[in-house]
Each structure stands twice: as C-alpha cells, then as structure tokens.
C-alpha cells in the first residue's frame, strides 16, 4: 500500500479549479492517482479549494491550514507530495506540468493530448486520422457528457451503415459507405482518447471496441463480395465475400481465445503473437523503423490504412480491388491465427544487463 498527500491549498488555488481536458486539475489528479492500485491520497485541504461532495474511496480528507501544515503532514506519514495544480504526464513519475494561468493551462492539455501519439500508431493513424480525432475529442468530446462507450456504439452503427450502402454496388452509395467507413475509423479513435484523457478507461470498453472492430472487419469483407455481385460481377465475388468472411471469423475467435489465455486487455496490440518476437504487437511494431517490404505490409493491413486506402478504391470505382485487398488481409489473419494455435510465442526478450 502506498500513500501519497495531494495539497489542495491556497497556493494551488488558481490553477487546481482550472479544466484540462474535460477535467479540473484537482479531479484529474484524484481520477489519476485512483488508477494506481494500492495507492491512497491523503486529501490535506485548507478550504480555499472546492473539492468533491462525495470523495472515491481511496481518498481521505485531513484539515490543514496552508501548504507547509500540508508539507509537515507528507514528512508525517513519509509519503510523497503533490499540488493539486499539477498535471502529471507520466502516472510514474511525481512531477509534471503546474498550471497556474490560462497559457499553463493550454501547455499542459497540449502535453495530455500529444501523449495520444503511441510509438505503434501506422502512417494512415499518425498523419490522418489521429489529427482529426484529437481535435474532435479535444474541442467537442471533452466538453460534452458523452462515454467513450457511447461513442464506440454510434461509430459502430455508422460502419453497419457504411457496409450496407457498400453491398449495393452502385457508385454513389459505395463512395457514401466508404466515407462512413472512415469516418468510424476516425471515431473508433475518439473512444480510447477520450478514455485516457478522463481516466475513464474499462476492460468493457476494450473489449467493446475490439468487438465492434471485428464485426465490421467481417461486415465490410462481406459488403464489398456483395457490392461486386450486384454491380455485374460474378457470383465468384460473392463466394470471395463471404469465405473472407468466414475467415475473419474463425480467427476472431481464436484470436479472443489466447487474448484471455494471455490476460490481454481486449485490445489486439495488446497480445503477444507467434512472429512478435516475445513482445506485445504494439511494442514489436512500433520498432519496426527499418523500411522493407514486411514492414510496408504489416502497415498497409492495419485497419485504419486499408479502409483509408479502399476509400481511395471506391472513389476510382474500382471495388473489386477493396474486395481483393479485404480477402488477401482475412486469409493473411486467418494463416496468421492458426499458426498461433499450434506455436508457442516466443518468451519476452531479457532486459539488457
């Protein structure tokens, strides 16, 4: 069990109140440090702060008369100190971001909101989407009262939508269904950002999204055989469709089945594969730095990239190509799943001495 003191004093009065990102200094810091397990805050209040009606758990509020009553309660109980006007960037560190006026302010939800950028984020991600989701998180979602699960949820019924409109095959409508399809891709950003940024993160939500994911994955591969049969193709493209989808299916749930062997969060960057080298996927990509024909594959086949790329398809009208791309990505999966059935990962690599 470890304890920590966080001083909602006076002097931390003018940016405590102050919001980052949805949340006011002083609750972000008690949401933050309610994510550590084991981990409880000693509220040391001189009154000048208004702090929640009905405290978490795992805080304790102790009466002081200014910040050196709050220091010499740290000394008391040995543990380590902080105001509640600072933004911790890193959960394992004590220091971080003081905000103490509206330029701090902003300063500290740049820094919030530039820790978005994970190291495994894909080329499609990183210069496209992730722009247009912060913002969209940033400027609206954090100021409304909407969940990240909501948000997972409304997305989710926009890819349906976008999937029904894809097995039409008419111009028009697949172009529309392609939009939707990226723009679901841009919001299934939205949810985790807005989880992070409110500490409101849930194994559920993991498991949501990566649900919604494969759904629609499963959805589009059938839409776009569809989309090519109603279009005047033969019925090979429909039989192409759904044996992709089949496929996605079959290793979904194999790929579910060692998520839970392996206690990942839901979340497939979070799984430890039989090519990964001992690591989670998220780690062994984002070192992928060398350029070379796997790596260009292994970032075309992410799923923000393909459904970027077969909006691109679709707009030269050439959907028999986001068909062919959905099926060489479902048997690439459904090759990859099965290998992972009957070979053991690799243990993780050993830290250097």
Known sequence: ?????????????????RTVAGLTVLDRALKQLGQAAGT????????????PAALPPHVELRPVADRAAADALARELDAPIIGADLVRLDRQRWDGLRVVDEATRRAAEDAVFAALYRADLGFVARRFNKPLSIWFTRHVLCRSPVTPNQITLFAAALGLIGCVLMATGAYGWVVLGLAFEHLQSVLDGCDGELARVRFQQSRLGAWLDTFVDDVLNVSMTVAAGVGVWRAGGS?????????????????N???????????????????????????????SSATQGKPGVGTFLFQLGRRDAAIFVWLLFGLSDRLVLVLVMA????????????VQLVVRPAPAPRPPA
């Open 253 to 283: 749930l194999i790929i579910m089945r060692d998520m839970r062997r392996q206690q990942a969060s839901g979340d497939l960057m979070d799984m430890v594969w039989w090519f990964s080298g001992g690591r989670k996927l998220g780690a």
């Open 327 to 338: 099926v060489v990505i479902a048997l690439s999966w459904f090759v990859a799943s099965l």
């Open 40 to 51: 409880r805050v000693v509220l040391a209040s001189d009154g000048s702060i208004a702090v």
């Open 235 to 251: 019925r090979a493209a429909l039989a192409c469709g759904l044996a992709g989808g089949a496929m996605l299916v079959l290793s």
């Open 1 to 17: 069990m470890s304890l920590v003191v966080l001083a909602a004093t006076r002097d931390a009065e003018p940016g405590a109140t």
